[in-house]
């Protein structure tokens, strides 16, 4: 198990091999859905419904592929910020110290709401959790994978992995701001 320390100077080093924190295919593929699927289909065919129903489609379709586009960006934007990898070290070491740990919880039912708790943080940014918790309790079953968890148990840890990427922006925010100022 590694404690934070190693964690962070893994982050580090990651960073300095390959120039960038945590660049990752999973990151800019999740933008590229998130963006495709929700951005561009509703505006597209919001567009096109003033063509009528063939316009709707229409819409949709070139919403879609405009949106995964820009999606896409944003999602190598999020992977950058966030190394998959780091996170699930970070917390396959400390989860046993938080206060929702139970001893019949392994690792491999809390990861999965771990994973979603600083995906989501990302994709919903100018959001809080508290905020965001409806719209991830409604998304658990289909993010949940292996984990057995209902989205009450898992609802803590992916607070908990929220609150971690928030703070890592917060203090990233604090230092350019510090950057700036100097």
Known sequence: MKNEHQIEEQEKDHQAT?????????GTGIGAVT???????????AIGTAAGPIGTVAGATAGAVIGAVAGGFVGKE??????????????????????????????DQLGPAYQYGWESRMLYNNKTFEESEPIL?????????HSHLHWDQA?????DSWER?????AQAAKEQTEVLIA
Do not use: C, L
């Open 78 to 107: 999020v992977a950058t910020e966030v190394d998959p990898d780091i996170e699930h070290d970070f917390w396959r070491s400390s989860y046993s110290s938080r206060p929702y740990f139970r001893e019949d919880m392994p690792y």
């Open 35 to 45: 963006g495709g699927v929700i951005g561009g289909v509703a505006t597209g065919a």
């Open 137 to 145: 309790a409604r998304g658990w079953p289909a993010h949940r994978g």
């Open 18 to 26: 390959s120039g960038q924190s945590g660049s990752h295919v999973v």
């Open 165 to 169: 990427i928030s703070n890592r922006k």
């Open 155 to 159: 609802k803590h840890a992916a607070r």
